[in-house]
């Protein structure tokens, strides 16, 4: 799997560089992004921009992924998402329970609004 990584100042930066997303994919995915809920800078925001078609096990282990960051007090925010891509994923049920954003920029302003609600109420690490 192909993942371009940024880090910025609270959060991890990550485009899937592939235009589908696999079944046989998913325990690479989980693999390379649960780590990260060990560092510093815990929160990601995965960019599907090149995302072409996605399987329904890759989105289940999306979501699974996403549930784990924020029963880990981090954030998971998924963007660019292309529009056959939400589509399929609405279709399986599974759009709604996804923290998705149209543009790179909503993700950040969630990320610091979540970091900002943790710091208010206590609940960072």
Same mark, same amino acid.
């Given at each position: 799997? +192909?993942?371009?990584?940024?880090?910025? &100042?609270?959060? +991890?930066?990550?485009?899937?560089?592939?235009? +589908?997303?696999?079944?046989?994919?998913?325990?690479?995915?989980?693999?390379?992004?649960?780590?990260?809920?060990?560092?510093?800078?815990?929160?990601?925001?995965?960019?599907?921009?090149?995302?072409?078609?996605?399987?329904?096990?890759?989105?289940?282990?999306?979501?699974?992924?996403?549930?784990?960051?924020?029963?880990?007090?981090?954030?998971?925010?998924?963007?660019?998402?292309?529009?056959?891509?939400?589509?399929?994923?609405?279709?399986?049920?599974?759009?709604?329970?996804?923290?998705?954003?149209?543009?790179?920029?909503?993700?950040?302003?969630?990320?610091?609004?979540? &970091?900002?609600?943790? &710091?208010?109420?206590? &609940?960072?690490?």
């Amino acid at each position: 799997m +192909h993942l371009k990584t940024d880090t910025k &100042e609270k959060f +991890h930066e990550i485009k899937v560089a592939e235009t +589908h997303l696999a079944a046989n994919m998913t325990a690479e995915l989980s693999s390379l992004l649960n780590p990260y809920l060990t560092n510093p800078i815990k929160n990601i925001i995965i960019q599907l921009t090149d995302v072409q078609t996605i399987d329904m096990q890759a989105a289940e282990a999306l979501v699974s992924i996403q549930q784990n960051f924020y029963d880990n007090g981090a954030s998971f925010v998924i963007c660019e998402v292309q529009p056959q891509v939400e589509a399929y994923l609405d279709e399986i049920q599974l759009l709604e329970t996804m923290n998705i954003t149209p543009t790179l920029s909503e993700a950040w302003d969630i990320v610091q609004m979540e &970091e900002i609600e943790r &710091e208010f109420f206590g &609940e960072e690490d």
